[in-house]
């Protein structure tokens, strides 16, 4: 026996119904407050090249650009002004080289260490063990670097050792109380966790098919590594490494703290040097009058190492974007 009474509505039964205009509202709000920090940040990138851009110009109409990239003297607080930027951009070139044979090595085997040797236990409190070394605040760096580093590598030689070799007096000789060689050292332990970290999950997401079939094919763990596990994640690695070396680039306390304040042309590393920007925090916690033309070099000083770093990320966005490799 069929009934005549028709099916009741999702309105009728009690159904609850979800209120659609009410959920294109909120998902409309929601993307305009997304795109309101999207543009915020773009808008202070802008405000920020922009500023350098208007002070380098400024600076420029006073001084040639010969002049800033050939004179070999940094004196811009002298009566007869000088301004070879290169005497900055020598020493900042040693520090962050010096750096660079610290950390990357280290960075690169404590890497391959956490993702192919240790365990998932010893990886869960190693990997954050080293972090921590990220969240040291680099004025604790430079005075590690100023008051420990430095005496340690100034330590006087035994009576046997000057017997043997005359004259060497010190571990490293001629090495100054500010110097850019135990700035530079610091300065690399400071940036192994990016290394380090960055590395790690790279060589991390290389597909266990790629190391199961190199030992298939007879290949031991460090054959498999080597030829294998690394080139699979060189796009990776090597992003990690630029962005290191930008970073020691930009790096200040550091340098500020163990490298000193003395401008010198010179590829010695223990020599002290100024880089750029140590000499943008010696202007702006200076006496330099605002508007001088002394004070007006630090927009130069900082457009320099903006198009440095700049040029760098480019490198780095582009090697990552050429090798990258995909799997499925």
Not at 20 to 37: D, E, H, N, P, Y
């Amino acid at each position: 026996m069929t009934s005549d009474r028709s099916p009741l509505s999702p309105t009728e039964s009690g159904l609850w119904r979800p209120n659609r205009q009410a959920s294109k509202w909120m998902q409309l709000l929601v993307q305009l407050i997304f795109g309101l920090f999207a543009l915020l940040s773009i808008a202070t990138t802008i405000g920020i090249v922009l500023t350098l851009i208007v002070g380098t110009i400024q600076f420029f109409q006073e001084v040639s650009l010969w002049n800033y990239l050939f004179d070999r003297q940094w004196t811009p607080n002298f009566t007869s002004a000088k301004f070879g930027i290169f005497v900055l951009i020598s020493a900042t070139v040693r520090t962050s080289f010096i750096a660079i044979l610290v950390a990357l090595p280290i960075g690169l085997l404590a890497a391959v260490c956490l993702s192919e040797y240790a365990s998932s236990q010893t990886r869960r409190w190693l990997k954050p063990a080293l972090e921590i070394l990220a969240g040291i605040p680099t004025v604790v760096y430079g005075y590690f670097a100023l008051l420990f580093v430095t005496p340690f590598l100034r330590a006087e030689m035994p009576d046997w050792v000057r017997a043997i070799i005359p004259g060497w007096d010190q571990l490293i000789p001629g090495l100054q109380n500010f110097n850019t060689l135990s700035a530079g050292i610091v300065l690399g332990i400071a940036i192994i966790p990016l290394v380090a970290s960055l590395s790690e999950d790279a060589i991390y997401s290389v597909p266990r098919s790629l190391r199961d079939g190199a030992y298939a094919l007879g290949a031991t763990k460090r054959e498999a590594i080597i030829g294998t596990v690394i080139p699979a994640a060189l796009s990776g690695i090597v992003a990690s490494f630029i962005l290191a070396i930008s970073r020691a680039i930009g790096e200040t306390m550091i340098v500020a703290l163990a490298a000193g304040i003395t401008p010198t042309l010179t590829l010695d590393p223990r020599q002290p040097g100024m880089t750029m920007t140590t000499f943008i925090v010696q202007v702006i916690l200076g006496d330099t009058p605002a508007g001088s033309l002394a004070s007006k070099t630090i927009y130069a000083v900082g457009m320099t190492l903006f198009v440095i770093t700049l040029a760098l990320n480019i490198c780095s966005f582009w090697f990552a974007r050429r090798f990258r490799e995909k799997y499925e």
